[in-house]
């Protein structure tokens, strides 16, 4: 007997990039990632290097900036286009490892409240329910006050503070996998249950969970902004795009730019994992993708 379910094969997703939404997503990201692996070539500067001759220069194309510092200066001197280099490595870090960690807590109650059913099921979802009760980053602040600052520290937070979004979310998604013939064909035929959760399971829940991932990332460089921003996210010494902001709004009506510059680059890092998972969502969705087929085929019919 032939089974098929819907197995992700490679060639599905290598064209699902083709989507111009996951395109320039992916475009962006990859940029943020090669400058946070290329900082100390690229940045012109330390990023805690100060001169305290030349605080507050607007950027170089500005009248009274300087070449030597492209983007400008804040308050201390430092050199922003340095320290939104260097701060870039902080926010590829976050935006990697915290969703990761969020999908593979949730995904894991997930897929045991959504095969077993009953009373694991009903339990793990009073728990999601009580926990979503509480808003994310009020949760992400009162952990990382009862923690130090540090970058494995602000990770936790944001995994115990959203791994909620994928555990309801991929809950649903292994209800439905559940309830299909290949399902119940595999546990006829003698499959444990953890085979059919890896072969059968899994496989089916994958685009939907690359896309609530790329998606996460958008989320969890908010909440690390946001961290940074009251002085709860890493060390001091280390840049933020947060800490950033922070700098900037105090000196805001001496000079805009250092305010300006890093939440732009926030509103960018953001705006690409947005689009990554639109683009995903759009091309691994059965249904949107009958419907952009059917626009084209009655397009093509006129």
């Known amino acids: 007997m032939n089974l098929s379910f819907p197995f992700p094969r490679t060639p599905r997703f290598l064209s699902m990039l083709a989507e111009p939404r996951a395109l320039f997503g992916v475009l962006i990201l990859l940029a943020l990632v090669g400058v946070a692996l290329a900082a100390p070539m690229l940045a012109p500067h330390l990023p805690n290097e100060q001169d305290l001759v030349n605080t507050l220069l607007p950027p170089m194309w500005v009248e009274g900036g300087m070449g030597s510092f492209p983007l400008g200066t804040d308050a201390l001197g430092q050199c922003i286009l340095s320290r939104l280099i260097y701060g ?10 915290a969703p990761l960690g969020a999908a593979l807590l949730g995904c894991t109650l997930a897929l ?14 009073r728990v999601v329910d009580v926990w979503m009760s509480f808003p994310a980053i009020v949760l992400a602040l009162v952990l990382m006050v009862a923690l130090t600052p540090s970058l494995t520290n602000v990770i936790a937070a944001i995994v115990l503070a959203d791994w909620t979004r994928f555990c309801r ?37 994958l685009p939907m969970l690359i896309s609530l991932i790329s998606i996460e990332m958008g989320v969890a460089v908010v909440a ?7 002085g709860r996210s890493v060390q001091a010494d280390v840049p933020t795009w947060g800490t950033m902001v922070a700098d900037g709004l105090q000196n805001v009506f001496s000079s805009q730019w250092g305010l300006i510059l890093p939440v732009l680059c926030i509103v960018v ?17 059965p249904r949107l993708l009958g419907r952009a087929t059917h626009r084209a085929n009655t397009k093509g019919a006129k």
């Open 169 to 205: 979310i991929i809950r649903s998604e292994v209800v439905v996998l559940r309830r299909r013939e290949y399902v119940a064909a595999a546990r006829i035929a003698g499959a444990r249950h953890w085979q059919v959760i890896a072969r059968d399971i899994v496989p089916g829940i």
């Open 88 to 97: 870039a490595r902080v926010t590829v870090i976050i935006a990697t490892v």
């Open 224 to 230: 690390e902004a946001i961290l940074s921003f009251v």
């Open 112 to 125: 045991i409240a959504g095969y077993c059913g009953g009373r694991v099921d009903w339990l793990i979802l």
């Open 269 to 285: 890092t953001v705006l690409a994992t947005t689009m990554l998972g639109d683009g995903l969502r759009r091309s691994a969705d």
